[in-house]
């Protein structure tokens, strides 16, 4: 805003973004402003910017997600599959009306029964991630008159916890967006926190410097020792550093999921622009850029 020498008053000008070209200007009504600052309308419209930016946030990690639910070609359970789905379809029809205000006990009721759902595949996930864990324990290079088995075995043994491992993490991606969702609900500050802490536990669990990834690093090695060919024990530590690599790819897009909702608006690093329509001093539209 300049002062206006001819008119008197305050001028609001507008320029191109990155340059000092005027993209044009309008003389302002002080006394509108004064009244459209202190009117809390400026609150309202951070709170609608910040809606409409964690909204495109959920949704996209939604769809990344279900795409994510179709590059894993065969689910060990397809009850496992359903429960993932199921939630993501919900999840993707309340994250509108839940982020503009409108937040009923039914809809948090059912963000929490997904939860539990989730929650109960996760822990099966861990059952059969421990399974397979030990069954490639056992695994012995005698048993087999060949050593092509016992590679071919090592090989299988590795693609199944890589599918676990994948599986398990896209069960923690949903639940992080389940919390975001339950994060815009007031109260219960101390059930969000311990979920916080949940789901970062379990994320942090099956990290390449996590024990279990540790314990597996271990256990593989040790079974290499049989294989004769260099070749082959070289191709199956790529094939476990390939899944520790998308462990630790995915297990950062779960803690981006775990931002707060009402994190402030200036920590975005990306600017956000809005259109604002005012008649009389009063914002009737708004419109994001």
Request: charged letters at 25%; glycine letters at 6%.
């Amino acid at each position: 805003m300049v002062e206006s020498v001819k008119h008197g008053g305050l001028i609001g000008t507008l320029r191109k973004i990155g340059t000092n070209e005027l993209a044009g200007a309008t003389k302002l009504d002080v006394g509108k402003l004064l009244v459209l600052a202190t009117s809390g309308a400026a609150l309202n419209i951070a709170s609608a910017v910040l809606a409409q930016k964690h909204l495109a946030d959920i949704s996209e990690k939604l769809s990344d997600i279900k795409e994510a639910i179709e590059d894993v070609a065969t689910f060990q359970k397809n009850e496992r599959r359903s429960v993932l789905t199921g939630s993501i379809r919900y999840f993707e029809q309340i994250a509108g009306s839940v982020l503009s205000g409108e937040l009923s006990d039914e809809v948090v009721h059912v963000i929490e029964m997904h939860e539990t759902k989730l929650l109960e595949v996760q822990d099966h996930l861990a059952i059969d991630i421990r399974s397979q864990t030990e069954a490639l324990k056992i695994l012995k290079d005698e048993e087999w008159v060949r050593q092509g088995k016992y590679i071919k075995a090592l090989y299988e043994q590795q693609s199944a916890l890589d599918k676990l491992y994948r599986e398990m993490l896209l069960c923690l991606r949903a639940r992080a967006c389940g919390w975001q969702l339950f994060s815009a609900f007031p109260d219960r500050e101390q059930c969000k926190w311990d979920r916080l802490q949940d789901i970062r536990a379990s994320v942090l669990a099956l990290l390449p410097q996590g024990e279990a990834a540790i314990a597996l690093d271990q256990l593989l090695r040790e079974k290499i020792k049989a294989v004769t060919s260099a070749n082959e024990r070289s191709k199956i530590l790529r094939n476990e550093n390939a899944v520790l690599d998308r462990i630790s790819a995915q297990s950062a897009i779960v803690f981006d999921g775990l931002q707060t909702i009402g994190t402030d608006i200036s920590t975005h690093d990306a600017p956000l622009s809005i259109d604002l329509k005012i008649e009389d001093g009063v914002i009737v539209a708004t419109r994001m850029r």
